[in-house]
């Protein structure tokens, strides 16, 4: 079974179905929690447990910069500080990865919407200057991602077929 689907992948009438699947699977999964995420709510209880500001993009991820030593007022905040320093001295990844992740446990606790964490993904990326303890939180939903990917692949695979042609037609 395994190897049929390998070699149906290859083909864009797969990759055109895969597309059209993961769009009904995101249009479900955003109709279930977007109350929940986009929600001034989630933003507000974002601000108090992570201390940042939550914006949303054009694609509809929510975003923020934080630094845990830092507070929503720009004051260094003791109370929140992780003192895992590295060679850098700055914060270790995994320390702050596991500060926020218990951070987001409580967050997940206060909505109504179950399992909302099975349909969103957070990423934490450092940014800024490397001796500062900046990190850049996406939120995303996990389908719009696969959504996004399955799109990309079926767009790849047209341009190639597409440039395959123009050289058949040039040659021809």
Same mark, same amino acid.
């Given at each position: 079974?395994?190897? $049929? *689907? *390998?070699?149906?992948?290859? #083909?864009?009438?797969? =990759?055109? #179905?895969? +597309? !059209?699947?993961?769009?009904? /699977? /995101? !249009? ?9 995420? /986009?929600?001034?709510? +989630? ?18 991820? $929510? ?12 004051? !260094? ?7 895992? &320093? ?8 995994? +320390?702050?990865?596991?500060? !926020? ?5 409580? @967050?997940?606790?206060?909505? =109504?919407?179950?399992?909302? /964490?099975?349909?969103?993904? $957070?990423?934490?990326? =450092? @940014? ?13 939903? @996990? ?5 996004? *990917?399955?799109? =990309? *692949?079926? $767009? ?11 050289? &058949?037609?040039?040659?021809?």
């Amino acid at each position: 079974m395994k190897l $049929l *689907k *390998k070699i149906f992948s290859i #083909f864009l009438i797969y =990759k055109i #179905f895969a +597309f !059209i699947e993961s769009i009904y /699977y /995101y !249009i479900k999964d955003y109709n279930k929690i977007s109350d929940a995420f /986009y929600s001034n709510e +989630f933003k507000n209880i974002c601000k108090k447990y992570l201390k940042c500001d939550i914006n949303k993009d054009w694609l509809g991820r $929510l975003y923020g910069v934080i630094n845990p030593m830092i507070d929503i007022n720009g004051k !260094i905040d003791a109370s929140s500080m992780i003192i895992e &320093i590295d060679g850098n001295n700055t914060n270790n990844i995994e +320390f702050i990865k596991n500060w !926020i992740y218990r951070q987001m446990s409580l @967050v997940g606790t206060l909505f =109504k919407t179950q399992h909302l /964490y099975n349909y969103i993904s $957070l990423d934490i990326r =450092k @940014v800024g200057p490397k001796n500062y303890d900046n990190y850049l939180i996406i939120f995303d939903i @996990v389908s719009r991602q696969y959504m996004s *990917k399955c799109c =990309k *692949k079926m $767009l790849i695979q047209l341009l190639i077929y597409g440039i395959i042609t123009g050289i &058949i037609i040039i040659l021809i």
